[in-house]
């Protein structure tokens, strides 16, 4: 079976909004309004304005979590129970959740906890789909501004494999509330940058 890319993921979301009657606008906003639209787009996904997820009641205070009491809490999520985010959690020597982010085409995220700071983190690419390395480098080190709240960096696997991974980070002690969007503005700025970044991939990628 073909390594799925966040290309497929995008147009995976994409072919499922137009199947479930959703239509394209392209809109033209100043850069300060660009979060502001994207939370209207988010109302304007629903029939009409109600059933907003209830996010407030898992808020910590100053407690740190745990990767045990955020699964937790996630569980309890409308968007959880629902089947819009499958989580799963990953045991070992470093535990972490796993979410399936079924509204995005199924782009998998994990959420790791390290000392103070909560990591959320999903591939973009992996390095050998890249056709010029230099220029899509370039790329992404000019577009930063283009994807708020996250980060674009570069990992290696054990097998020695190489990819370009979009990361977020915020402290242990964060409300769920604050988590939860950090969560979704991740799924969105990869979404969004592998359609700024599609021209960079070797086509047999796509």
Request: proline share 3%; net charge negative.
């Amino acid at each position: 079976m073909a390594r799925k890319t966040s290309t497929d993921y995008m147009r995976e979301m994409r072919a499922r909004l137009t199947a479930a009657g959703y239509v394209k606008r392209e809109l033209y906003v100043l850069p300060e309004n660009a979060e502001v639209l994207r939370d209207i787009e988010k109302v304007l996904r629903q029939p009409y304005l109600g059933n907003r997820i209830k996010l407030e009641g898992f808020m910590t205070e100053n407690t740190n979590w745990t990767i045990n009491s955020l699964h937790s809490a996630f569980a309890e999520l409308d968007v959880v129970k629902d089947k819009d985010i499958e989580l799963t959690l990953i045991q070992g020597a470093e535990p972490s959740l796993s979410l399936v982010m079924n509204q995005f085409g199924g782009l998998p995220i994990i959420i790791a906890i390290a000392g103070d700071q909560i990591l959320v983190d999903s591939v973009l690419v992996y390095a050998s789909e890249v056709k010029d390395p230099a220029a899509f480098n370039d790329a992404v080190l000019r577009s930063r501004e283009l994807f708020p709240l996250s980060s674009i960096g570069i990992e290696t696997l054990p097998n020695g494999e190489t990819f370009y991974n979009m990361f977020g980070a915020l402290s242990a002690a964060s409300s769920l509330t604050v988590i939860v969007h950090e969560v979704l503005t991740l799924a969105e700025n990869v979404i969004h940058a592998a359609d700024a970044y599609e021209d960079f991939l070797k086509s047999d990628s796509q």
